[in-house]
Each structure stands twice: as C-alpha cells, then as structure tokens.
C-alpha cells in the first residue's frame, strides 16, 4: 500500500469520527462546552490511533457491492460454432522517440502533500520557540494559583497560558492596578485551561491537522476543540464570580485589546470568534460550567475508541465473482419478424368533455395566517383577547414589557466600561496630584455618563410603548404563552387565521384543465359548491379564483383554489369537504 493510499484511508477514517461526533452532539444536544469538549477529545484520540490501530488488528471485511464483471471465456453454447482463434500477431518494436514516459502524478501528489506539511510544522516550531522565548523573558512575580506560576511581561495586552509540560499564567505587566474581582475572574479562566491539560491537547490537535491539512475535517476538529475550552473556561470564570455582567466587561475589554502575536503556540484569553457571539453567550445565562464525571468520561472515551477501533479493521471486500461455464443453449427464433411481433399503437383517445358538474374532495385553507411573535426579547405581561374568538386588524393582542434593544446592549455595556476605567483613572491622577489630567477625566466621565443616559431614555422610550397587535382580522387560535414568563424573538403568541373570506383546495384531472382554462378566458365566472362529507347537504357556494402554474406528474391532477365569503363561519380551516365545479 502506498503512502497515499494510506493518508487518504486515514483522513477518511478520521473524518467519519468526526462527522458522528458532530451529528450525536447535534442529535442529544450536547450544551455543556466541558462535554463536547470532551467528545472532541475522544474523537481526536481515535483518530491520532487509527493508524496505529489498523496496522497492528486483524483485518474485518464488509461487503461492498461492485458492478459484476462480464467474462468473455465462456464456452460456446450448442448450436454455435467456436470462433477461429485469430493469428497472433508479432510486436513491432517501438520507436522511443516517439513513446514518451507518462506523467507521474503520484510523485507530484507525494510532493504537494510534503510541501504542506512542512509549512505547517515549521509554523508550528515557530509558535512553539515563540512562546518559549516570550515565556523565558517574562518575570515571576512571586504568586501562584493552585501550584500554577504566575509571571507578568511587557510584551503582552491579555492574559495567556504558556508552556507545554509545565504551563504558566503570564500576565500584562498592568495586573496590580486590576480589581481583585478582575484578578480572580483571569485566574479562574486561566486555571481552567490548565486543569484540563488544554495546552497539551491543543498542540496535539496542531499536529493531527498539520498531518492531515489536507482534509477540512481536521482543521474542523480543531476549532472545535479549541472554541470548546474557551467556553469552558468561560462557564468556570462566570461560576467563580456569580456576576455575568461583569465578566463580560472584564473579557470585553481584554478582547479589543487584541493578541497581537498570532503564532504563539499558547492559549491568550482574548482569542477565537467574533466579539458580539461571545458577549451575547456570557450574557444569555445559559451556560453551565459543570464538568465531565468520571462515568462520563469513561463511556464517551470507551464509546469512541470503540467506534475508532472498529473503523480502522474495517476493510471494503467485493462480492465473490461467480465463474460461469457455458451458457443456456437458446434455440435461434425462425425469423425476426416471428420472435420480435412488432406492438401495435393504441389509439389516441380524445380528453371527455365535462357538461355538468365535476366533483373532487377539497380541503379548506385559509387565506393568511399568521404567527404572533415579539420582535425582541421581553416580559409577557398581559393576554388580551379571547382565544377562539375574531380580532380586528390592529387589535391589542398582548401588553409586552421588551428588554433593551440586542444592538444597544453591547453599547451599554461598552460605556459601563468606560465610566469605571474613568473613575479608576480619576483616583490614580488624585494620588499624583494631577490637576489638569483631573479636569480632562472629569470632562471625559461627564460626557460618558451623558451617553449612558442617552442609552437609558431609548430603553425607557421602548418599555413604554410595547404593545403586541393582530397584523389581520381572523380568528384567535390558544395563546401558546401565559403571562409572566420571559419570551424571545422566535416565540409564537399566538396564531390568527383568517377565515372570511377563505379557500378551499382541490385537484382535477389534467384532462379537463384545458376546458376550465377555456371557460375563464370566455369570462365565465365558475361556481364551485362545497358539500360535507357524506354528500348530503351543501355547505356554502364560491367562485373559482386560481389554477395553479403546473401539474402533478405523479397524480395526473392540476391543483385548484376557490374562494368563499364564508360569513356564517360554516368553513373551518383543515375541513374536509366534497367539491362540485359547475361546468354547464
């Protein structure tokens, strides 16, 4: 087996672990980052082992179905002749000239593959002598977090985790003029990482993409490792402080510092994803900073090796070929004429002419319906209407008490920030006696405050007008929600339907299509007359009011829309009725 042979059964190995990963996640709806962080883990471990694992097991056929391959050495049925074997024919010698060597594309695929992983491990070993040197030149600052060194650097704008075996908490050269909740929000996050051997793993994860870049699933497996972990150490800060908001202000302001150096083989706090998915999931209140039992642990390790051994004995085998001696004699037909009767051709039958009524079963529909939603997050505080009931376009439906705007709560949050590193700088320019730096950072948290009173009256203004009205006059369906409970943007209040007018839906066959199309173009205005179930009574009478543009290949039927007043209420959406089209 070649080396390519092999790279290409590993990545696809690995990424059949990695795609059951992600759709088992999907389908248990794994939300705890400590757990699918976890599952990747697992998942990276089978996959570095694949390898290792299908070299050294035995080998487990599955059976894959080829197409059969035809045999020419067959023996002639009786009643054939054998063919005369034709004269061998001698070999001409070739020109060399005129032969050229084919192209070796495997050798230029063994190169390219080299080629890319080279620049990955050299990236690698960049990053790794990086952070070694970033680590060397920093300075111990004489504490420690749970045996965890702590040193600070110049050279750094946010926190980060450097070294492999031994890892340490470097920290901006600023840390001493941090609150002491700020400090212990850092550590916490930071301790986080090292508990759970982040920096080992992620260089381990390095590795695994650098030898398989060629496959996106790797590079898959690794941001989700890498974005799990910092969600766990998000879950492990928030659950140290209890104060959402706070951590948010705390990682916002280390975020817009940035990391300026992109190719440390380390774990910056600042790092991955956009700024306003990370803000929103700190603030949404929904993570958990629980992390993995041992039980759990033990069944999604055991559970992947497992899957992971399993791949790799796994090996494709063809079906057995069947070797065939002579064929069934078949007796040669008289005449062709005689063996192949040529069929004859029905006889096109004209489309019937409907003269009276058509029937077909339709089925009622309304013309608009419509789903309730907030346009924001808020309270539901009060329900308006009777359910069961007709409302009237623009009537109050629900009386609704809306949180701040999804775009001005970042703002917020933003000039909260400010105003407290104004006051902080205030102090330290009154320890110096700094009077004109004073009165430029009073000026400064004035105009700051201003803009959070701003940002406060355009909440007041929405908390005062929240109303919730029917877009359209129909009929009230059961509120979906009761007061008092939290709802959000995609929560149905309630539906309306319209029901006067309203529709009924019913097919006819292709047939007659071209007659009704015939009649609406002369003008003809179409009665269509709904009936219950068992025929015995009429229901209501409407019009035709559409053709739909195509027709069901599968059915042979075109799909047809009337339309009815329907003022008494007879109609109901989703009824069942008999439908009689007058064609007379």
């Not at 623009?394 to 000039?415: C, H, K, M, T």
Request: hydrophobic share 45%; net charge positive; with cysteine.
């Amino acid at each position: 087996m070649s080396i390519l042979q092999v790279l290409f059964a590993w990545a696809l190995r690995s990424a059949i672990l990695v795609l059951a990963a992600a759709i088992v996640s999907f389908a248990v709806r794994l939300k705890a980052p400590s757990v699918r962080l976890a599952v990747w883990t697992t998942v990276l471990l089978g996959s570095i082992a694949t390898p290792i694992l299908t070299h050294s097991l035995p080998h487990l056929p599955v059976l894959v179905n080829h197409a059969p391959e035809r045999h020419a050495d067959v023996l002639p049925s009786a009643g054939e002749h054998p063919a005369i074997p034709a004269s061998p024919v001698r070999d001409l010698p070739r020109n060399r000239v005129d032969d050229p060597t084919p192209f070796d594309w495997a050798r230029v695929a063994v190169g390219l593959y080299a080629a890319g992983l080279l620049a990955l491990l050299i990236r690698l070993c960049v990053g790794v002598a990086m952070s070694l040197r970033l680590r060397g030149r920093s300075r111990p600052t004489g504490q420690s977090t749970e045996d965890i060194e702590i040193r600070e650097s110049d050279e750094l704008s946010s926190p980060v985790v450097l070294g492999i075996l031994r890892p340490a908490i470097v920290v901006p050269n600023d840390w001493r003029e941090w609150t002491t909740a700020k400090l212990n929000a850092v550590l916490a996050h930071e301790r986080s990482h090292v508990r759970r051997s982040d920096p080992i793993l992620q260089l381990l994860s390095a590795v695994h993409r650098a030898l398989l870049w060629f496959s996106p699933f790797s590079w898959l497996l690794h941001k989700n490792m890498v974005q799990s972990a910092e969600e766990a150490s998000d879950d492990s800060a928030i659950d140290a402080m209890g104060d959402r908001a706070f951590y948010a202000e705390v990682l916002l302001d280390f975020m817009r510092r940035g990391v300026h150096r992109a190719n440390w083989v380390a774990i910056p706090m600042a790092r991955y994803g956009r700024l306003d998915v990370r803000i929103s999931r700190i603030l949404e209140g929904n993570s958990s900073a629980r992390g993995v039992t041992r039980v759990g642990g033990a069944v999604i390790l055991a559970t992947g090796l497992t899957l992971a051994c399993v791949l790799a004995v796994a090996t494709p085998q063809g079906p057995p070929q069947l070797q065939t001696s002579a064929p069934p004699a078949v007796p040669a037909p008289q005449s062709k004429a005689q063996a192949n009767p040529a069929p004859k051709a029905p006889a096109p039958m004209p489309p019937r002419q409907v003269t009276g009524y058509l029937a077909a079963l339709g089925s009622v529909t309304s013309l608009s319906t419509v789903h309730v939603k907030p346009r924001i997050d808020g309270l539901l505080k009060t329900v308006d209407f009777k359910e069961g009931e007709l409302v009237k376009k623009g009537q109050l439906l629900a009386g609704f008490e809306p949180n701040q705007y999804p775009s001005l709560r970042e703002d917020v949050i933003w000039i909260e920030m400010q105003i407290t590193q104004d006051l902080h700088q205030i102090e330290q320019a009154e320890r110096r006696g700094d009077t004109q730096a004073i009165a430029g950072l009073r000026a400064k948290l004035a105009g700051d405050r201003a803009e959070a009173t701003r940002f406060a009256y355009r909440q007041n203004v929405v908390n005062s007008q929240s109303q919730i009205l029917s877009p359209i006059t129909g009929l009230a369906g059961l509120h979906l929600i009761d007061p008092g409970n939290v709802i959000h943007a995609d929560d149905v209040i309630v539906v309306v339907t319209e029901i006067q007018p309203i529709a009924v839906v019913f097919n006819v066959p292709e047939d007659n299509l071209s007659q009704i199309r015939r009649r609406l173009k002369a003008g003809a205005s179409l009665a269509v007359e709904a009936w219950n179930r068992h025929n015995t009574a009429k229901i209501a009478t409407g019009y035709l009011s559409a053709i739909d543009n195509q027709i069901d290949i599968t059915t042979g039927t075109a799909k047809l829309k009337a339309e009815f007043q329907n003022e008494d209420g007879a109609l109901f959406p989703n009824q069942f009725v008999n439908v009689r089209l007058d064609l007379r």
